[in-house]
């Protein structure tokens, strides 16, 4: 592409966008330039804002014509790269796309625009007497359209599922323009394949989501949470089988930390002191949420009793005080407060058949210790789900360092059929690794998916596969 | 494609399955004619019964070389017409790969090929004390690789999910023979788009799915159970809105039933005789799944208490035994002994927004004594997930007559925004209303990605789209 067709191409999206919705040179915003990876900053080659769904069609229609490629922005706070611009693209941000559109008490749903924040619809289905079903950190700034393209999980994944599990209905803008209008509130509509698990999860390469359509959930009246030490793995299994029994659906939570991870935190950070007396095998932070405090919060005491004469508790402390929650979850939330601790480190974020991921994390422990020494670990995560959160301090600054300790907790990964992205996407920073959890049939696959719909491969180039 | 190739592809075929997995002429069974809708039976060219995966990919790479069209058949009870043979196709039967392969105490997961009977797997859960999460009517026929195909719905779609809430990973094979291998037991894995959710419920257009991985529920301890009799859908949806607050999780079925569908059962069914004195303006069926006997049964009853007292409720039974359990279900499941009192009859499984279910109801009812004075109808179904059942005599045997019906209720149907298809598919006898449930966009990108994934169109040809 020549000066003069980039010149013309950007007339054009002036023309469409207006000047709020097209910003160039000097105008273009820094924070446009990067997400909330360690990927280095891009600036783009402009920022379009469009802020309805006939802008951005009109956008895409615009720079397809041209053969301008685009990198996606939601609220930025992705961790793997997939928001941060290729070099040469255009960034496409949702920013001024925003408002929640609808909530439908009798349907149980939200309507909301793609840059809409996470914290933002929270609060409106709250107001109605409905719980938002999707929370994590990013809340305040995380978008309906960033959470539905990357699929977010979050904090409630192992009640409500990640957030596929929640969109009813979405309208998406393809690379050419086209609008598909998939804004059902149908919990139930076999018409054909459902398009839009496509762009749920599919991190922005096959198209644009503008608005998304999800499903709520009645508020829960009462919540319970015990922090239990226990011994090993295999008695946190055992736990686990019996709070699914027990309390069924009430159980909301299910975390662990082992006690590298304990020790870090409660003797680190300031406000994480250990209630316990005595260092334990394992630690669980286990909640449940229900309707009724007298009825519920009987159930929950009534599995806690049944772990304690289990044998399957080495303490535990059951919260009594909005405090008490506070206190337990901060230990837990503290992963951030330690990484000054551990200095220039990688952060993972892998998923792993539930069965398995107390083998793993002996696996992957014992292979940085023998390859890594130097190497300081700490593991902690969604156990129910199958989701470990691994911290690892490199051995050496730069890329090769931390290529060396992705290659030892990747290639543990990859021996226990897990996958290197459980929740956070493949973005950019990822894709080398992809390969690890996906098959090369897989892969091509998604390949042949992308050419379909992107030919040209304009759509978030560079990221993904 | 002359005699002679065909010929030479028959004796590929033969050679790859044996004899057993190739019948031609007269070794072609009645049953693989036609599924069990009202489309008219086919005899398919020859049927092939792969008792593997390499064995389905065999087939499929020796039908694409030759190009043969193919009607994949799983237990055969889809009311669609998605798996009667389409002329001059081949039949591909998954009735030889069966068996659960394993079941996952950890993970909570049922691996299974495809042509498991869904009975067959429910009990393999049960027997290590889970639950398997979908079910419905034909649970004694319908297979694994049959109700993911078709996504199917049934009795517990409130409490579990359409069949894609459960499914976690699979393995499917492309119309080139190519293997996608995505049997993850994982419940998070974000690393690149979704690839399972293309096979899941897009009828066999994309790839035959061979082996399933499920995820499994706790197994519910209580049941119970009450009818209700309220004034008109107002009122249901009030009742609806207390049952999800009040039971939230617990909440298993919420079922509707129109007083022109209750007053013909119960007049007309054996055994299912009306257990309130007067006539009301609605029935309901609300049941509830716990794990806790007394206090779930005491939520439950706090629950119709509270209903009672916000004057909602006309008249109310609570089951008191197995045998009222399955009294008040018998009226509900009656839908198949109603049908000689109908004649000759259209049914139909509609899906709306919850909150308009009530309208719809009543402007369908409006429209069909309007434009068909003389056709029969009654409503059902579930309230919850907005998932209508109509069933409605034809003006006048024969196509015409049919034609007629479906031309007023999905004619309604598309002015509510609803779906001509909740939970049955569109197989070949929906394929001319497909256009009242999703846009000509939306039907394109079908198109779309059915010439991607099978371009010269073998995988069920005729079907869906």
């Given at each position: 592409m020549t000066r003069r067709d980039e010149a013309q191409a950007f007339s054009e999206l002036r023309a469409a966008l207006g000047p709020a919705g097209f910003l160039a040179g000097d105008d273009i915003p820094s924070r446009n330039h990067a997400d909330s990876s360690v990927l280095p900053s891009q600036r783009p080659l402009a920022v379009l804002r469009p802020a309805s769904t006939d802008e951005v069609s009109a956008a895409l229609a615009i720079i397809s014509r041209h053969g301008l490629a685009v990198t996606t922005q939601g609220g930025l706070t992705g961790l793997c790269g997939g928001a941060t611009p290729v070099a040469g693209s255009l960034a496409l941000s949702l920013e001024r796309l925003v408002g929640v559109e609808e909530i439908d008490g009798r349907a149980m749903t939200l309507t909301a625009r793609a840059g809409t924040p996470l914290e933002v619809m929270q609060r409106a289905a709250e107001a109605e007497g409905f719980l938002f079903p999707v929370d994590f950190g990013a809340r305040g700034t995380a978008t309906a359209g960033g959470i539905v393209a990357t699929n977010a999980g979050g904090n409630r994944v192992l009640r409500y599922g990640m957030t596929r599990a929640s969109v009813l209905g979405l309208e998406a803008v393809l690379t050419d323009g086209t609008v598909i209008i998939s804004t059902s509130k149908m919990l139930k509509n076999n018409a054909g394949p459902d398009l839009k698990q496509l762009f749920v999860g599919s991190e922005g390469l096959f198209g644009v989501v503008t608005r998304v359509v999800f499903a709520l959930q009645p508020l829960p009246r009462w919540t319970g949470l015990a922090l239990i030490a226990t011994r090993d793995f295999e008695a946190a299994a055992d736990i686990l089988a019996s709070a699914r029994a027990d309390l069924g659906p009430m159980l909301s939570a299910f975390e662990v930390m082992w006690p590298d991870y304990w020790t870090m935190v409660t003797e680190?950070?300031?406000?994480?002191?250990?209630?316990?007396?005595d260092r334990h095998g394992l630690y669980l932070l286990i909640e449940g949420h229900g309707r009724d405090a007298a009825r519920d919060g009987a159930a929950f005491e009534a599995f806690l009793e049944g772990i304690y004469e289990a044998g399957l508790v080495d303490d535990a402390m059951l919260a009594q005080s909005l405090t008490d929650m506070e206190a337990f979850w901060a230990i837990r939330d503290a992963s951030a407060e330690i990484e000054p601790i551990l200095g220039e480190h990688e952060s993972f974020d892998v998923g792993l058949p539930p069965g398995e991921v107390g083998r793993f994390v002996e696996a992957c422990r014992a292979a940085l210790a023998r390859e890594l020494p130097t190497s300081q670990a700490v593991f902690f995560g969604h156990a129910a789900d199958g989701n470990i959160h691994v911290m690892a301090s490199v051995p050496e600054p730069g890329p090769a360092g931390h290529h060396a300790v992705e290659s030892v907790v990747y290639g543990v990964t990859r021996n226990f059929s897990g996958s290197v992205s459980a929740e956070h996407g493949i973005g950019a920073l990822k894709r080398g690794w992809l390969g690890h959890s996906r098959s090369p049939a897989e892969i091509a696959l998604m390949r042949h998916l992308k050419t379909t719909l992107d030919p040209h491969g304009l759509l978030n180039p560079d990221k993904v596969i």
């Open positions: 680190n950070v300031p406000g994480c002191r250990d209630p316990f007396a």
